[in-house]
């Protein structure tokens, strides 16, 4: 059975910075994509970062809005990922997912993701 689980988050003021990390178990992901997405009530999810794995290189890619100030370094162990948060704005507050894809994809859609975790809360104070 795949388990996305993701910790890390928590409470910090504008400009500081947190690193939140996702172990997945069950299934090796290292071939294919895992990515990060972020929801507020009553807002559609939305895509964060991502990394997919294909040919032998690897590729990074980030919304529009995190652009330049969150960074999805590989983690160290073999299934897990983490998402680098500096510069945080108020309007990073939400839930933030971890997902993963059993495909190499390079996708920013949540329908290309298979698996997802529970959540975790970032609050951003002004």
């Known amino acids: 059975q795949v388990q996305l689980v993701e910790s890390g988050g928590g409470s910090v003021q504008a400009g500081g910075s947190l690193r939140l990390s996702c172990a997945a178990s069950?299934?090796?992901?290292?071939?294919?994509?895992m990515g990060w997405f972020r929801q507020t009530p009553g807002k559609e999810r939305e895509f964060v970062a991502g990394?997919?794995?294909?040919?032998?290189?690897?590729?990074?890619y980030y919304g529009d809005s995190v652009r330049g100030r969150f960074t999805i370094p590989r983690g160290d162990a073999e299934n897990t990922v983490y998402l680098q948060m500096n510069s945080l704005k108020p309007e990073d507050t939400a839930i933030y997912y971890c997902?993963?894809?059993?495909?190499?994809?390079?996708?920013?859609?949540?329908?290309?993701?298979?698996?997802w975790g529970q959540g975790t809360q970032v609050t951003v104070s002004s």
């Open positions: 990394i997919s794995w294909s040919g032998g290189l690897t590729y990074m």
């Open positions: 997902a993963a894809s059993l495909q190499s994809v390079r996708s920013t859609r949540k329908d290309d993701y298979d698996y």
């Open positions: 069950g299934r090796t992901f290292s071939r294919r994509a």
